[in-house]
Structures are given as C-alpha cells and as structure tokens.
C-alpha cells in the first residue's frame, strides 16, 4: 500500500531536519584520537598491557598500601597525531591502574632518552596505531553548542550518533560516558562546566577490552583527566581516574 501524501510529505521534512542535524553535528566536531588494535602494517602508537617503557632503576609505581599497580597503556608521543590537545612531543606516557579495585589510577612522562627496560611479568601487550576522528558533546554536556540539538527527540538521537563496536580508547576529544555525565574538555581550550567551574581536560578514555585483559566492572569505560594549567605545566602526577560500568 502506497503511503498517503502527507506521510510522504511529513517523512521528507523528518529526513531533511535529520541531514541538516548531521551536518550541524559535522562541523561542531572536536577531534579525537581512536586508539585502535593495529593491523599488519601499521604505525604503532602505543600498547595496552605487556610491558611498559619503563627507566632501569625507578621505583615501580604502588598504592598507598604498597601494592604495585598494574600496567595498562604505554603511548609513544612522537608517534601520536597533533589535534590541539597540549601534550608533549616526545617521550611517553605510561598509565597503571590497581588491578583489584580500579580505584586508583596514575599517569607518568617518561621523557625523551630516559633507558628502558621490560619487566618480562605483564602480560602479552596488544599494540594500538592512532587515527584521528572526530568527536562530540553527549546529550548532557554543558557544551551543547558543539553537541546535540536541543530537546531532540530520542529516535532522532539514535538515527544521528555514531555507533562504535568495543573498544573505544580516544586520547582527547570528548568522553563517552556509561553512567555518569561525561562533562570533561575535549582539549586543551578552556570550557565550563553546569557549575560555572572550569572543566578539566578528557587526557584519555580507555575502555572494555577483552582482547587486552581489560574490564571496567560490566562492559564500563575509563576517563583520566587532567587540569588544564596542570598539563601544560606537565604535572602529570594530578591526573584523576573515573571509572563507570553498566
């Protein structure tokens, strides 16, 4: 049965809004960068798990209790793309976490020239190559202007977010949040949050993956962040972790 014309009328108007909606959503993206499984072939960026670059000699990161945290990303900055976010050129940034408890997590620079070694004990590391792409305010954000339309209907939402398969680890960009509002600055450009308070900086989202042994609680996400004054001052001892699940 052929539709009347004002269905016909009415699902032409709904698929204009929708484009013009993309489009919109198109230009107010931030760019992040996906840190995927790299393929034969690819630049690597980093690595989760396995070993970390690591100086011979340095005291091995712990919680206050003097157990030694577990290894989980270790990015190459030289290798990683610029997209506006104030990171250093060189050397490396290694993130652990308390593998128990996920209640603590701790971001170091090792800087360019400092000797490495392996530890041999971490696991088989699964290596990650850098791809920009860009990114967007969830529906919640106080950006919305780089966001969402305001009051848009749920379907419509549905219709215009990109659905990404797991996992999902950015570097930069804005957040996607599982249980709670992901209100973190994409980049390293001053933004404020519903509290009038100057958000603090999306450092990286590191998520469920099962390939790499880790797990956020039932299928979460990770969020480490950052001050803005504190990451251009290189102060990477105040990085904050988040961390939600389903």
Known sequence: MSSSPHQRFAEAVAAHLLDRVRRQRLAAATPGIRLR??????????????????????SWP????????????TLDLAVLPRTGLDLPDTGW?????????????????????APVEALGDTGE????????????????????VTGWEPRLEDRW??????????????????GEGV???????PGSQVLVGSDGEEL???????????????????????HWVIGREALAARRFE?????WSCH
């Open 93 to 113: 940034l290694v993130f652990f976490v308390s593998d128990d408890e996920l209640d603590h997590g701790e971001v170091h620079w090792v800087r360019e020239g």
């Open 125 to 144: 590391r699964v290596e990650v190559t850098a791809v920009v792409e860009p990114t967007w305010a969830g529906f919640d954000h106080p950006d919305l």
């Open 200 to 222: 603090p900086v999306l450092l990286a989202q590191i998520d469920t993956d099962y390939e790499a042994g880790i797990g956020w609680g039932d299928v979460g996400n990770s």
């Open 238 to 242: 105040e990085v904050e972790m988040f």
């Open 157 to 174: 939402q549905v219709e215009i977010t990109d659905v990404s398969t797991l996992p999902v680890h950015r570097v930069g960009g804005f």
């Open 62 to 73: 712990c919680f206050d209790d003097g157990y030694p945290l577990a290894h989980l990303l």
């Open 179 to 185: 249980q709670y509002d992901v209100e973190f600055a």
């Open 37 to 58: 499984h790299s393929r034969p072939g690819d630049a690597v960026a980093g690595w989760l798990r396995g070993d970390p670059v690591w100086p011979p000699g340095a």
